[in-house]
C-alpha cells in the first residue's frame, strides 16, 4: 500500500516518529482532502504539546488561538464534529494555566484527531521503531521515557491500540532513578503509577486524562530537575 507522507513536526522529529497517512479501503491516495490542513493542525497541537512538556504556560497561546478560530474549509463534512471539538478544546487551553487541567485538555485534543481521522476513513501509519536500549544512567533512561510517551500519543491520534499498550508497558517497567534528588524519585514513582493506569483504561476519556497526568508530571520532574526542554 502507497502512503501519504505526514509531515513531523519538531516533537515528532525528537522522537524519531514516522508518520504517514494511508486510506482504510487501501490503495495510494495522494489526493486526501483536507491533508494540508491536517499538517497545520498537528503542528499547532504539537507546539502546544512542546510548551506543556517544557512546563511554559504562555507559550501555548499562539497555537491555540489559531487552532481555536481555524475553519478548516479544506476538510470533507464528516469531520466536522472532530473540528468543533478541536476548536472547543483549543479555547479552554486559553482560559487555562493550570498546567495538569492543560495536560488533561491536551489528551482530549489527540482524541479528538483520532475521531478525526476515523470519521475520513484514513488510518495514520507509524513507522515501525524499536525503543532505546535499557540503560543504567538517567539520561539513557529518559530517552526511553520520551519514546514511551510518544507511543502513548501515538495512541490516541491514531488512534492505536497497539501503540497505547507498547507505551504504557514500557513505562510501567522503566524505572528511573534520580540519586539525592527525592522530588524526581518521587515523580519517576508517580510515572510508574500512572502507566499502570493506563495500561488498564479502555475509554478515551480514561486514556486522555491518565496522558494528561503523565504529561504533567513529566513537567514537574523536569522542573525538579532544572532541564530545560525546549
Same mark, same amino acid.
Given at each position: 500500500?502507497? !502512503? ?12 524519531? %516518529? ?8 487501501? +490503495? ?7 491533508? +494540508? ?22 507559550? !501555548? ?7 481555536? $478560530?481555524?475553519? +478548516? ?60 536500549? %535499557?540503560?543504567?544512567?538517567?539520561? +539513557? ?60 483504561? $479502555? $475509554? ?27
Amino acid at each position: 500500500m502507497s !502512503t501519504v507522507p505526514f509531515v513531523p513536526g519538531r516533537l515528532a522529529l525528537l522522537f524519531g %516518529a514516522g508518520v504517514a497517512l494511508v486510506a482504510c479501503a487501501g +490503495g495510494p491516495d495522494p489526493g486526501l482532502k483536507g491533508l +494540508g490542513e491536517m499538517r497545520s493542525h498537528y503542528r499547532q497541537v504539537e507546539e502546544i504539546q512542546a510548551a506543556l512538556v517544557a512546563g511554559t504556560v504562555d507559550a !501555548t497561546r499562539e497555537a491555540a488561538r489559531w487552532l481555536s $478560530t481555524h475553519e +478548516g474549509r479544506e476538510y470533507p463534512a464528516e469531520a466536522g464534529p472532530a473540528l468543533e471539538t478541536m476548536r472547543s478544546e483549543a479555547r479552554a487551553i486559553l482560559r487555562q494555566r493550570d498546567i495538569l487541567l492543560m495536560s488533561r485538555t491536551l489528551g482530549r485534543m489527540g482524541v479528538a484527531c483520532g475521531d478525526c481521522h476515523v470519521a475520513l476513513g484514513a488510518e495514520v501509519d507509524f513507522s515501525a521503531e524499536e525503543p532505546p536500549r %535499557a540503560s543504567a544512567n538517567p539520561e +539513557g533512561q529518559m530517552l526511553r521515557h520520551v519514546w514511551a510517551m510518544d507511543s502513548l500519543w501515538k495512541g490516541l491520534v491514531g488512534p492505536s491500540e497497539a501503540a497505547w499498550k507498547a507505551g504504557a508497558g514500557a513505562l510501567t517497567t522503566m524505572p528511573v532513578d534520580f540519586g539525592a534528588n527525592e522530588e524526581a524519585n518521587r515523580l519517576s514513582a508517580r510515572v510508574r503509577e500512572l502507566a499502570g493506569i493506563a495500561a488498564g483504561s $479502555t $475509554t478515551p476519556k480514561e486514556r486522555s486524562d491518565t496522558y494528561g497526568d503523565l504529561l504533567e508530571t513529566c513537567a514537574l520532574c523536569h522542573s525538579a530537575l532544572r532541564i530545560s526542554t525546549r
